[in-house]
């Protein structure tokens, strides 16, 4: 097991256009989480699945973003018709439901809006 | 809601000092955790230490430890004997106790630069 991968690792769009993420968590984790980071600021939480429940949302969770976890293993993230503002870097972390030692983080996919 | 600041944006240290890091956080409950991660230029976030609320010893990982005042919701991180690889982003969070509270909310961060 490599830790938690995503993909891709950098991503230019025009404004308008829909995106998608992709987060392969640790094998045995069954806790994944989304984050935000803008630059020179620290991760915001968007979301987070146990299995395939997505248990929390946050308010930065626009109807414009989604999030799915269908088999419990990978996650998604879709942005839907993105914004100037989308700009950043996605993480995406996974730990086990007992797992008190916080997450294992990814590298992230960096998202520009043009 | 809780919070966490940060209140360095950046801090400098030389190479074999020590350099202290600082956190406060705001929080009504008792039981949580609290953490430092660095994000080194590669940007993935690594876990440097953890503290839970109801140790009242402070943790320790080889050259960093932290200093945890539960009353004043102070927790600063200590890094002896610097290196080079230290320099990164260093970013203070929060977690709730509990299946809950599984979001963690970070600080602002700390720029860390380690001067040969």
């Known amino acids: 097991d490599t830790g938690v991968s995503q993909d891709p690792r950098h991503k230019i769009t025009k404004r308008g256009q829909n995106v998608t993420f992709r987060c392969d968590p640790i094998?045995?984790?069954?806790?994944l989480y989304w984050y935000r980071q803008t630059l020179g600021q620290g991760p915001e939480f968007l979301t987070y699945?146990?299995?395939?429940?997505?248990?929390?949302k946050s308010r930065l969770l626009s109807d414009r973003f989604s999030a799915e976890r269908p088999k419990g293993s990978f996650s998604t993230l879709e942005i839907q018709r993105t914004e100037q503002g989308d700009s950043a870097m996605y993480l995406c972390?996974?730990?086990?439901?007992?797992?008190?030692?916080?997450?294992?983080f990814g590298s992230g996919t960096r998202l520009t809006v043009v | 809601a809780q919070t966490v600041t940060q209140s360095q944006p950046e801090m400098s240290v030389q190479e074999a000092e020590t350099v202290t890091l600082s956190c406060t956080y705001d929080?009504?409950?008792?039981?949580?955790?609290l953490f430092w991660y660095k994000q080194p230029p590669s940007r993935q976030m690594i876990l440097v230490i953890r503290?839970?609320?109801?140790?009242?010893q402070n943790a320790t990982e080889n050259r960093f430890s932290v200093n945890f005042q539960k009353a004043a919701k102070s927790f600063s991180l200590k890094i002896s004997d610097s290196q080079l690889g230290d320099a990164a982003m260093y970013f203070c969070?929060?977690?709730?106790?509990?299946?809950?509270?599984?979001?963690?909310?970070f600080g602002e961060g700390t720029q860390l630069t380690v001067n040969p």
């Open positions: 972390a996974s730990s086990l439901e007992t797992d008190s030692y916080g997450y294992t």
């Open positions: 094998s045995e984790h069954n806790r």
């Open positions: 699945f146990q299995n395939e429940a997505q248990l929390e």
């Open positions: 929080t009504s409950e008792s039981d949580y955790y």
């Open positions: 503290q839970e609320a109801y140790k009242q």
């Open positions: 969070a929060y977690r709730s106790e509990g299946t809950s509270g599984s979001r963690l909310t």
